[in-house]
């Protein structure tokens, strides 16, 4: 009935949210699964890792914002097609006197000379313009306007025909810097599954370390009680029985250390997969067998692995993206080409009385171009700049490939090293345990001093806890080179 009620209890304290509104229901169903089984494995882990973390669910969000724009981009390729109305009113109003008689009199004047030229020559000509207009000007008429309310309607289609490539360009950076956006999202996964992997170990060693600590204190509480009986037998000094308890006082304290680690651990893995941090979850224990056995194939190939990596593939997309640079800037400088359609209606403006547009339509064609001439070389000066910068990624690209080479081979050197250790330990624990055996057996007979039983139950204890550290060592360190070899998978 107990358990039952721990359990309840427990499911309804790991089920509550902590991701996502999404991603609650994904989450739930692993923590149902922890509490059920009590054991989560590593790929779970890693999915649920994957799931809530903050930031890679940032960098999704990034990617997102790189894939719009691209698309917004890509629309620069196509008309872009607008409507504009316009409805405006106005107080102006006003008069006008329309010269009229001085064109009559110039065109009279002018039928006169040729019609008898003899006899009105260019200077009577001029003459008689110039008093027929004087005697017409009174007739000159008086035109009133208003403009009231103005209306007016168009639909107008902007075609660029050609940019120099800028529209070009720009759509290929857009579409890099999307590949680059995916590039982060998924660098910050492989950082998350790595961070997993070594928060998952970590609790996997203090499970090991918990019970290489039961064993040495289950081994002096054996010899404690041994050498109690015999102290009670008049076979054993006090003074034997006083170091036994020391002995066993450490142990006691190694026991309560391990079961903090374990504590530390497990919130650690729970901070990781987004769970609370009071959650009482356990882990599987990896097979090691076949692991230890394919580190050399593995890290034999270091060298030709390094185009996997995300970092470099950035990287090389940032080179990428500094080249069309140089054809943007290169594009800001070429003759420029576009069509402009625009038609409409408009309505409006009284002339003596009547609309001067009473809902007319027209329509606008044209073609625009722009040449640019000079500029006390602006643009050459700009189109050097791209160039160097693009230089100076592929420089960059090129002194962090030598690097990443380096770190890789170091890794490898760590992974080597450390299976050399393993292996040395499994030997001394080998040897412990077999000096242990006889020093026992030794201590059984009267052959041997008591210390020298303790001091074998300690160098058992300390080999064994190598070997658990060297483990450890083996697992983070084999997985930071598969992080720098390109071999994270998730």
Same mark, same amino acid.
């Given at each position: ?251 006691? $304290? &190694?026991?309560?250390? @391990? =079961?903090?680690?374990?504590? %530390?651990? #497990? ?6 997969? *987004? /769970? ?40 090389? $997309? &940032?080179?990428?993206? @500094? =080249?069309?640079?140089?054809? %943007?800037? #290169? ?6 080409? *576009? /069509? ?41 000066? &700009?189109?050097?700049? @791209? ?6 990624? #592929? ?96």
């Amino acid at each position: 009935m107990k358990r039952t009620i721990l359990f309840a209890a427990l499911l309804l304290f790991v089920g509550n949210p902590l991701c996502m509104k999404a991603q609650e229901s994904a989450s739930t169903k692993d923590a149902v699964m922890v509490l059920d089984r009590h054991v989560l494995s590593l790929d779970s882990c890693v999915q649920m890792a994957l799931r809530c973390n903050k930031s890679v669910q940032a960098a999704h969000h990034q990617a997102n914002k790189y894939s719009y724009t691209r698309e917004a981009l890509r629309a620069n390729f196509f008309p872009n097609i607008k409507l504009t109305v316009a409805d405006v009113y106005s107080t102006i109003d006003g008069s006008s006197t329309v010269n009229m008689s001085t064109p009559v009199a110039q065109f009279t004047a002018q039928q006169l000379h040729d019609a008898v030229p003899f006899l009105v020559r260019e200077t009577f000509q001029r003459r008689i313009a110039e008093q027929l207009a004087a005697k017409l000007e009174p007739l000159d008429p008086d035109i009133d306007f208003k403009a009231k309310n103005i209306f007016s309607a168009a639909l107008t289609l902007e075609q660029p025909i050609y940019a120099g490539g800028k529209i070009v360009a720009a759509h290929r950076m857009g579409k890099i810097g999307e590949e680059m956006a995916a590039k982060g999202e998924q660098l910050s996964r492989e950082e998350i599954v790595v961070a997993v992997y070594e928060g998952y170990q970590l609790l996997v060693k203090a499970k090991e370390m918990k019970m290489v600590a039961d064993r040495y204190d289950s081994l002096l509480t054996q010899l404690s009680n041994d050498v109690s009986s015999a102290v009670k037998h008049g076979m054993a000094s006090h003074n034997d029985e006083l170091k036994v308890k020391v002995k066993k006082n450490d142990a006691e $304290l &190694k026991v309560r250390q @391990a =079961e903090n680690g374990i504590r %530390l651990a #497990r919130m650690n893995l729970c901070q990781l997969v *987004g /769970l609370p941090l009071t959650a009482v979850i356990d882990v599987e224990a990896a097979d090691d067998a076949d692991f230890v056995a394919s580190l050399g194939m593995e890290t034999s190939t270091a060298e030709c692995l390094v185009e996997n990596r995300t970092d470099y593939q950035i990287l090389d $997309l &940032k080179r990428q993206l @500094a =080249e069309q640079k140089v054809n %943007l800037e #290169r594009a800001e400088f070429m003759p420029q080409l *576009g /069509l402009l359609v625009q038609g409409g209606v408009i309505d409006g403006i009284e002339l003596v009385g009547n609309k001067l547009f009473n809902h007319k339509p027209f329509l606008n064609i044209g073609a625009v171009l722009s040449v640019p001439i000079f500029h006390a070389c602006e643009g050459r000066n &700009k189109i050097r700049a @791209a160039k160097e910068e693009a230089e100076q990624e #592929r420089m960059e690209q090129q002194n962090y490939v030598e690097k990443m080479n380096l770190e890789l081979q170091q890794h490898a050197n760590e992974v080597d090293e450390a299976v050399l250790e393993m292996t040395m330990h499994k030997r001394n624990l080998e040897q412990c345990e077999e000096n242990l055996r006889i020093s026992r057996k030794s201590y059984e007979v009267g052959m041997e001093p008591l210390s020298d039983l303790l001091t074998a139950q300690l160098m058992w204890q300390q080999s064994y806890a190598e070997l658990v550290e060297a483990r450890y060592q083996v697992k983070i360190k084999m997985t930071r080179w598969r992080k720098a070899a390109g071999q994270i998978s998730f």
